[in-house]
């Protein structure tokens, strides 16, 4: 019984088929037939070839039916899977890949991860649709503005206290800097503003959002109004000193930059702490230090102007007496000063009545008199005024039994003279 020879081609092999054979056939020449089939003539003439030497199987693709040079090795699969379900569960492909190869060693392309996940079922965060903005050009050089904002969120995801994270992303490049808190308020904004500026230098801008850590919401003072100005919050107050503009944004849109890093920070971050049993804040604040040159060294971006803009710290300029909580104190006549609820005894002589007490964070504190530290020791606050207690004593009177006589119908106008003193005896007058 003779058996059939049956050569599976797909449509495109197909068609090229009888073009190929009418070249060969002398009826159409390479050229025109490479124009057909829209190949170069170089190509035509090895279809020529392989079509002679093996008939219209020299056609079918030469790896059809082997197996691809990029195919992920036996198991692999079923393990990265694994550990997608058990060790990086809700991270989104590019993350969970990256992890792969350089936690586990496991080389697969974000987007095979992807198909792998949707196809076993597996839930994963998706970037969800945002709304159309006016786009806003970077600004050209490094340094040129700053964008800050605090950022609250469950970073330790309950493995340990509720912490703040102070972002700062600079918008030319990109490039972040930040560091974990318990809170946010002016002493956490003035120490993270510290700590940049000693790595990077002082910005020519800062762009924030109008917090009352940042923008003051009290009412102006006398001296305000004489000066034309609104009143200043005291971080307000330390960018004016060191030459840093204030710049205040309307809407958390405004400053996208920073959102988007809070964004991206709020996926990635929290998950590569969590890969690193981080639990406290100070393991935060570590882990925050190794983590951040690795991030700006993949994703910022270099400046059109390519100019750093920043202005160096110098020696004269005393970053502890300028980024901390400055208030002004009266000194009493035995030389006390009150300040947080305790009272400070000064040692040193002064002519004047008033001192400026700073606040650093730590609970750094120093009195200051005409650009002088003064010498202080805390004392004991003086003890609050007892106010005596007025004790309200309640009548001890009764009302007469119901049988008394006073409750009878008779009046003491029409009571007998025997009654009167038969009740006399008894003790009733």
């Not at 956490?188 to 002082?202: H, I, N």
């Not at 001890?396 to 039994?401: D, G, I």
Request: net charge positive; proline share 4%.
């Amino acid at each position: 019984m003779a058996t059939t020879d049956i050569i599976r081609m797909s449509n495109k092999e197909a068609k090229r088929l009888p073009v190929v054979l009418s070249v060969i056939g002398k009826h159409l020449r390479q050229v025109a037939g490479a124009k057909l089939l829209e190949i170069s003539a170089r190509q035509i003439r090895r279809l020529i070839r392989r079509v002679k030497q093996e008939g219209a199987r020299g056609l079918i693709h030469r790896s059809r039916g082997r197996r691809s040079n990029r195919e992920t090795a036996g198991g692999t699969k079923e393990r990265a899977l694994q550990l997608c379900r058990e060790v990086y569960t809700g991270f989104g492909p590019t993350l969970a890949s990256e992890k792969l190869l350089e936690r586990d060693g496991i080389r697969i392309s974000a987007e095979t991860l992807r198909l792998w996940l949707i196809e076993a079922r597996i839930p994963y965060e998706r970037r969800k649709g945002r709304p159309h903005r006016q786009w806003r050009e970077r600004k050209r050089c490094y340094g040129e503005m700053v964008q800050i904002d605090g950022s609250h969120h469950d970073w330790l995801e309950g493995r340990g206290p509720k912490i703040v994270l102070m972002g700062y992303i600079d918008d030319a490049t990109g490039k972040a800097f930040g560091r974990f808190y318990g809170y946010e308020g002016t002493l956490p904004a003035l120490d993270s503003f510290k700590r940049y500026a000693r790595r990077y230098g002082l910005p020519q801008s800062v762009y924030l959002d109008k917090h009352k850590t940042y923008r003051s919401s009290g009412k102006p003072t006398v001296e305000d109004e004489l000066n034309n100005r609104r009143p200043r919050s005291q971080f307000e107050r330390a960018m004016t000193e060191i030459g840093v503009k204030v710049i205040h944004a309307d809407s958390p849109q405004a400053k996208g930059r920073i959102e988007r890093l809070f964004r991206t920070f709020q996926d990635r971050l929290i998950k590569e702490m969590r890969l690193e049993g981080v639990g406290s804040l100070e393991e935060a604040n570590r882990f925050l230090g190794r983590y951040l040159p690795k991030y700006n060294r993949r994703f910022s971006v270099a400046a059109a102007g390519n100019v750093d803009v920043h202005r160096p710290v110098s020696g004269e300029m005393d970053l502890e007496a300028i980024l901390c909580i400055r208030e002004e104190r009266v000194v009493r006549n035995d030389y006390t000063v009150m300040y947080g609820g305790r009272l400070y005894q000064i040692d040193d002589e002064i002519s004047g009545k008033k001192v400026a007490v700073e606040e650093g964070w730590g609970g750094r504190l120093r009195i200051r008199y005409q650009g002088r530290m003064l010498r202080y020791r805390s004392i004991l606050p003086q003890a609050p005024k007892v106010v005596p207690k007025i004790r309200c004593y309640r009548s001890t009177a009764h009302p007469p039994a119901h049988n008394h006589p006073w409750r009878g119908d008779r009046s003491v106008a029409s009571t007998s003279k025997e009654d009167i003193s038969n009740l006399v005896e008894s003790g009733h007058f």
